[in-house]
């Protein structure tokens, strides 16, 4: 819902913000704010850096340089890109939630029956599908009333339907909470519409704005766009721009210089991948081994 | 009452259960069994540097045991291959302690007390230290407990939620030194990992929470304290194997008891 945007405090910015592993640059230059109310969506390739921002902006991936704020006391619901869970921990749903603040049994069924998990909530944690799991996860974020949800990749695992439901559920929160929404998201062709602001990410931010802007943007373009097929046809079907090879090579200046041969590799290897889930049209549901 | 050596042994051993099962619970869930290991192999050499410097035994134990446990932590931070840095470490423990021990005078003969305890020894004021030790440990674990629990489920959930891991894994390594020290005297260096996971694991299949899994580690530690007691007295076994004996069996019974209910 575009509008929204810029209004209200800033709950989290970065202010060139670097992050390196090693002697590998996965983010630079980074300069990115999440106001109250907001629904914020990061897209990029694989290894992009997607989650990688996420961490540093809650703190957990500490900055090679640069600067993190956050408001103080800022209430964070987190949905981490993954969750492996030691079989010798026995842990319910229900007991999952109370963690690390002890919640009221109403409180937490409230939660579980919100996201579609009511019936689990004494099922172990381990014992759960990933959709289920993941369902859990984010019953988990919406207690506390938080001010701001940080969800990477909230929707794999989830079938069709589930993944509409959900996107349904978070737009209907920040419209009863004021929560702001911080997410990483593959599914490009809903992306669109939920966010009221969309980040294309590639290691720097190549492109940011409504998603109307984005989407033309050519920085977005080359990033999504080129194959022969390129994704952007699930969402364009105006057909107004090119879709011969010459657009691969078609980058930004501010994308050009990022074409070391893993990075490369990485982003031809999401080209394809988009491009699969654009010929299988509306099949494409996120459950795909994306893990940036 | 506490004039009777088996009843001063009984309290001891139910003392350290108390410690015992939920910090064997949170080892076991966090996978640090060999860490266990190290800590525990390197009180021998704190109680042989304890006697060397005349320092109160207990003060060296604690002192060996908690470098032991931050190093073991910190390297585990920093990403080592934990499998061959604890594999290197308990067992260098070992064997420097034992060497450290040759050098002390008289001390040979006590080697079997050091390795496999001496709980039919314990006097009153061990009983104090024993008790103290594990009351302070358990206290440390229920007071951290909400926090333990998120950072061992995830640290990042934990740092999302304003836990701090590091502190967390801090907690745990000051009570497993603690625990070492504490427990060198019942069971012996050799065995104290084993009265750490033996119980956790005996309870992980009967419990369906994590609190209920500390409780029944804290009561198959108990069993497995008297079970052995009763049994060295009666085959005239030495009491710290004995004891580690009878939590193995009730680990068998459980995993047993586990696969019938399934049929």
Known sequence: MPGLQGRGMTLVSVQSLAVRFG??????????????????????????????????MLGIQPASSGRVMRKAGLRIGYVPQRLAIDRSLPMTARRF????????????????????????AERQLVDLSGG??????????LIGRPELL???????????????????????????????????SHDLHVVMAAS????????HVCCEGTPQVVRDAPEYRALFGYGTQGALALYRHDHDHNHGPGLAHHHDAACDHDHSAP???????????YTAAGHAGEGHSGTGPHHA | MLDDFLTRAALAGLGLSLATGPLGAMVVWRRMAYFGDATSHAAILGVALALATNLPVGAGTLLVALAMAATVSTLSARGWAMDTTLGVLAHSALAFGLVAVSFLPGMRTDLSALLFGDILAVSRADLGWIWGGSLLVAGLLIWRWQSLLTATLSTDLAHAAGVNPDRERLVLTLALAVVVAVAIKIVGALLIAAMLIIPAATARGLARSPETMAALAVLAGAGAVLGGLWASLRFDTPAGPSIVTVAALCFIASVLAGRLRQA
């Open chain 1, 23 to 56: 002697g590998a640059e996965v983010l630079r230059d980074i300069d990115l704010s999440v106001s109250a109310s907001e629904i914020v969506t990061i897209v990029g390739p694989n290894g992009s850096g997607k989650s990688t921002l996420l961490r540093a």
């Open chain 1, 97 to 120: 939630l109370s963690l690390p603040r002890r919640v009221s049994d109403a409180e937490a069924a409230a939660a579980l029956d919100r996201c579609g998990v009511g019936a689990v």
């Open chain 1, 132 to 141: 289920q799991l993941q369902r859990v996860l984010f019953a988990r974020a």
């Open chain 1, 150 to 184: 940080v969800l990477d990749e909230p929707t794999q695992g989830l079938d069709q339907p589930g993944e509409a439901a959900f996107y349904q559920l978070i737009a209907d929160v920040r419209a009863e909470t004021g929560a702001a929404v911080l997410m990483v």
């Open chain 1, 196 to 203: 009221d602001r969309v980040i294309c990410l590639n290691g």
């Open chain 1, 263 to 273: 990075d490369h590799a990485a982003k031809d290897h999401a080209a394809k991948e």
